[in-house]
């Protein structure tokens, strides 16, 4: 990172404005979807969280398409989550079906472990290894066995970007020839800290490793994905709609009764426990967290103030000591005293 004489990074600097494509070139993409499937126009991936019940919402309701809703619990959804799933549904008529994975669970004992032995800031996210694996898989399998056309995904925001991930996976000496491809520098970047710590390499969780790179970080159809679901065509809702944090916290609130962690100060990522888990490792070892990186973003974008985002700062990278702890408790590792490893 550089700073130029009035204190603006380099990241400010070269920051391209989020681009969307608009409502009209939505329509023409959706239009050729409408009454395709068998049963169902399209299925929508929910968590739980903001993004993907605005995305249910506005799919449901503005296109009145024909919508099923698709949950992949890796057994780590706090239960106001679960709660805003079925809220949600229930009011706007759409079917829910929920299916369980055992791949984050799979790895995640053994990751914080390796974690801990040798921490390092690139390495954080892969605590969360198999729950990016799957939810992407489990959601085109499910497109695919049922004949469902259209994948509706909401991943792809302008506070999704990960600049923070992929910095530290591109601080090393490999990374840097490559920098200008986010997605080999990516890989290199995790290839090197495997090597510095190759605890993580353990065989169960190898497969995962290696299906969550081409399952998520290149869920694209139009790619090797392509392959396997020839039939289906991913939507990014966010590459056509405006990503407005209110408007959507506005909407969901009031029409679908959506509600956010009561012992947490932040809307974003709070449907995933272990987003606490990552964020604390973060404040520990680097000082900051991704709510930094997702608040940066939306400053360069204009959607607030430095200062709002100082302010938010204060309240939003409070980590509850009881979440870490109880996180900590179901993976296996109570005896853990993460105050004192880093």
Known sequence: MEFNEEGVCNYCLDHKKWSYMGKEKLDEFLEPFRNKGERYDCVVGVSGGRDSSYMLYYLATEYDLRAVAYNADHGFIPEVAKANIKRMTDTLGV???????????????NNVSAWLRRPSPAMVPMICCGCKLGGPRGLLEFAKKNKIPLVAVGIDTPVERANLKWGFYAANPL???????????????????????????????????????????????EGIQGLRYPD???????????????????????????????????????????????????????????????????????????????????????????????????????????????
């Open 95 to 109: 079917e829910l079906v929920t299916e369980e994975t055992d791949l984050l669970k799979r790895c995640v004992k």
């Open 175 to 221: 990374s840097r020839y490559v920098r200008n491809n986010r997605q080999l520098s990516l890989l290199i970047g995790l290839l090197y800290e495997l090597a510095k710590n190759p605890l993580y390499l353990v065989p169960k969780a190898i497969p995962v490793y290696v299906g969550e790179y081409l399952y998520y970080f290149n869920l694209n159809i």
């Open 232 to 342: 289906q065509t991913i939507l990014n809702l966010y590459r056509y709609v405006e990503w407005n944090e209110d408007k959507i916290l506005s909407m969901i609130n009031t029409e679908l009764g959506w509600r956010q962690d009561p012992d947490s100060a932040w809307s974003w990522r709070f449907d995933c426990k272990m987003s606490y888990l990552k964020n604390y490792l973060y404040l520990k070892s680097v000082g900051f967290t991704e709510k930094d990186d997702g608040l940066s973003t939306m400053i360069r974008e204009d959607m607030i103030t430095r200062e709002e985002a100082l302010e938010r700062l204060e309240v939003e990278n409070i980590i509850p000591a009881n979440k870490v702890t109880e996180i900590l408790d179901e993976i296996g590792l109570t005896d853990v005293d993460l105050s004192g490893t880093l």
